[in-house]
């Protein structure tokens, strides 16, 4: 018998390669007190990706950010940004701006003033300023509101002329904390690709700290998912949610149903678990290498999973169960079941059609299937 496919597809800590890195963080620790808020932390952002940093409240991500802006020195470690060494180097001498999720715009100043000001500072000779200062409001669209002072704009424009005042000064990384918090739903929704095709405009290496695990998704091409101040996990979106490395990304990146149960058998590539939970054997085709005997944990997402009324055919990967609850959500129906263990399973499936004739009912004794490709085994 071969061993299972193994590794999840993220990147996890400790497999970042040593060079190659726009920004490199190498071993960064910072503590206040008796508090770790980073923790030998190491990780490379290449140059051009938006990165987010993604974690619960109190995880670490902003205090690491500032690390990155220089308004924080490091316990240990160091960071470098296109090879240079940023230890003692104070925030105004770094390539870098940072983006603050107030905006902190200067409200008696006009939009262009606002956004000339780094480079006033700068001494940047007038003409290049009004040039640069031109194409960057065109860039973000907001050529023709130059003149209005920050309370006549919108939440989206003003988040704009905070970008745009970011932007202007050409920094090699640009570091944003919660960039969209401010803004109402529907509105961040619009500003997450906008900020995207800025981004992608000017080619600036994005770092953003979220703990909106949706915005993280949508804007990133790498997200690293911090948890008590370390990186847990890195990789794109994709990755991430798709192969979870641990339960805890697992639970933080999307909903998932877990299993907990021992490996009973192994053929070419799958394991066969014996789960008292599901009251059947779990098969699955993806997980880590594990042996007979050892515990793991089969992790399935709400939308792979299928309800039916009839037993399905096969016998491994199926659980009886009762629908508890149904939510409605327009675009997809959200189901709560109880399996004849107790187990609690969360499902969801797409409204494809406008009238479901084979919709299930609260109280409906169903079965709750998966194929074997759909789950992952993890074994912390
Ligand atoms: P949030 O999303 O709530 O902003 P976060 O993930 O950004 O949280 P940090 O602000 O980095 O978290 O804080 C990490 C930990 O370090 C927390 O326990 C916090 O209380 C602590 N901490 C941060 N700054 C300081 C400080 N200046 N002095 C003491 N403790 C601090």
């Not at 932007?167 to 997450?192: G, I, S, T, W």
């Not at 054997?281 to 880590?288: I, N, Q, W």
Request: charged share 25%; with cysteine; hydrophobic share 40%.
């Amino acid at each position: 018998m071969s061993p299972p496919r193994t590794a999840p597809a993220g990147d996890l800590p400790g497999n970042e390669p040593r060079c190659g890195h726009y920004v490199r963080i190498e071993g960064v620790t910072k503590t206040f007190g008796d508090v770790t808020a980073v923790d030998d932390v190491s990780l490379g952002i290449h140059r051009g990706e938006i990165f987010c940093l993604l974690g619960s409240s109190g995880c670490g991500k902003t205090t690491l950010l500032r690390i990155l802006a220089g308004f924080e020195t490091a316990t240990g470690g160091r960071v470098l940004i296109d090879g240079d060494d940023m230890t003692g180097i104070p925030p105004y001498e770094r390539p870098v701006n940072i983006m603050f999720q107030s905006y902190a715009l200067f409200p008696h100043m006009t939009v262009e003033k606002n956004v000339a000001f780094g480079l006033r500072q700068d001494r940047i000779a007038a003409r290049e300023t009004s040039r640069r200062v031109r194409d960057m409001l065109g860039l973000v669209r907001l050529g023709p509101l130059a003149r209005r002072r920050p309370h006549q704009l919108s939440g989206g424009q003003r988040q704009r002329v905070a970008l745009a005042r970011a932007l202007v000064k050409q920094p090699k990384l640009l570091l944003l904390d919660e960039p969209l918090a401010a803004l109402d739903r529907k509105l961040r929704e619009e500003m997450q690709f906008e900020l995207i095709t800025i981004q992608k405009e000017v080619g600036v290496t994005f770092v953003v700290v979220t703990h909106d695990q949706e915005e993280a998704m949508t804007l990133s091409d790498r997200i690293g998912v911090m948890d008590a101040g370390k990186i847990v996990q890195t990789g794109t979106p994709s990755a991430i949610y798709e192969s979870p490395g641990t339960r805890f990304v697992a639970g933080f990146v999307g909903s998932v149903n877990l299993f907990e149960g021992r490996v009973v058998a192994q053929d070419a590539g799958h394991l066969i678990i014996e789960c008292e939970g599901a009251g059947c054997p779990l098969y699955s085709d993806r997980g880590v290498r594990a042996a007979h005997g050892d515990r793991v944990w089969v992790a399935v997402r709400p939308e792979k999973l299928q309800i039916s009324r009839d037993a399905p055919s096969r016998e491994y990967n199926r659980i009886e169960s009762m629908i508890t609850e149904v939510a409605y959500r327009g675009n997809l129906t959200m189901y709560r079941l109880r399996a004849a263990s107790g187990a609690e399973l969360r499902v969801s499936r797409p409204n494809l059609a406008r009238a479901n004739a084979d919709r299930q009912d609260m109280g409906e004794r169903v079965y709750v299937s998966w194929h074997p490709s759909s789950s992952v085994v993890l074994t912390s």
